[in-house]
Nanobody, 125 residues
Framework: QVQLVESGGGVVQAGGSLRLSCAFS????????MGWFRQAPGKERAFVAA????????YYADSVKGRFTISRDNAKNTVDLQMNSLQFEDTAVYYC??????????????????WGQGTQVTVSS
């Protein structure tokens, strides 16, 4: 079965950067669309970024556009989220997700059928 494992979370001061990575296993990575979502305490899970199977189309939430960059390396079976200019409001558990698709990626959590365990990102002042 497909498994996703996030890494790279931690504590960073406001204005700093972190790079999250999601390792994919158990399937053919290049057949999957990938997404990043986040959930802060007391809030609903929110879309962050998504990328199609070959990186041909990329989508960002308005709140992170210009600060975050999603990328994938199909040779390494990984998808990364480079987060710059981090703000306190970015504090959340970050999840990667996937769905087999060579047609599209989605901003909707319901599109994805496999999720990682999450990695905590804490932005301090």
């Amino acid at each position: 079965q497909v498994q996703l494992v996030e890494s790279g979370g931690g504590v960073v001061q406001a204005g700093g950067s972190l790079r999250l990575s999601c390792a994919f296993s158990g399937g053919t990575f290049s057949a999957y669309a990938m997404g990043w979502f986040r959930q802060a305490p007391g809030k609903e899970r929110a879309f962050v970024a998504a990328i199609t199977w070959n990186g041909g189309k990329i989508y960002y939430a308005d709140s992170v556009k210009g600060r975050f960059t999603i990328s994938r390396d199909n040779a390494k079976n990984t998808v990364d989220l480079q987060m710059n200019s981090l703000q306190f409001e970015d504090t959340a558990v970050y999840y990667c997700a996937c769905r087999m698709s060579r047609v599209a990626a989605s901003m909707s959590s319901s599109f994805y059928d496999t999720w990682g365990q999450g990695t905590q990102v804490t932005v301090s002042s």
